[in-house]
């Protein structure tokens, strides 16, 4: 009978290695990504190429931040479905109306559309709430608080992006103007959206999404430090 020892000692050891550097090596493939994304949008002479791999970008991205994420309940399915979905009609009556955010469309970079609005949008907006809460939630303040602490954490990351939006083809704004009305738009839906993240019950541990932010962030303000 062969001696099957060896082999599961060594994918057990396999496994312990791979629970104990999960963390460092989704980092390390977050700043290496997005190191890359800054090279190439920026520097590489052929920014509209780098433009295009965006979605896989922003995929990439929720692929490592959810896989940290604990207790995949039903109400963590209920969360997740009613973001992507505000998030996105939020934007599809923006488009339309010039209402809440102001007089916008989006150019092609986000990938395919529906109602003028690219699907992921509805995808990054859940992303940020989840990403900004789940930091919000460790400050030992109450709830209501740590709601207006992740809406301004997502209206400070849309400061950075906005320029980077307009030159790299994510959206225009109406004359080229960044309208007030943008950023009084994201904080009154991110204030609604971080209560609906801080009152569904579900598991806010994610030892990922403070890197997710501050990557994402440092990425943008990068950019923005670019010679236009």
Partial sequence: MPDTTLPL???????????KYKLPLAVAVLVIFHAVGFWGLGLSG???YFQSLT????LLTNTLLFSFHRGWSSWF?????????VGFL????????????????????????LWEVPLLIGLNWLMLVYATGTMANRLPVHWLLKVVAGAALLVLLDIFIEPVAITYDFWSWHQGVIPLSNFI??????LLLQIWFQRVPFCK???????????????????NLLPQ
């Fill in 9 to 19: 000692s060594a994918s057990k050891t396999a496994v312990q290695l791979l629970k």
């Fill in 46 to 48: 052929r920014s509209t």
């Fill in 55 to 58: 979605p896989l970008n922003l």
């Fill in 77 to 85: 399915l209920l969360f997740a479905g009613v973001v992507f979905a």
């Fill in 90 to 113: 939020a934007e599809v009556f923006g488009v339309h109306t010039g209402l809440l955010f102001g007089h916008y469309s989006y150019g092609s970079t986000l990938g395919t559309k």
């Fill in 185 to 190: 738009g994201w904080f009154g839906l991110s």
């Fill in 205 to 223: 541990q994610n030892r990922l999404a403070a890197y997710v932010y501050i990557v994402q962030l440092l990425f943008f303000v990068a950019l």
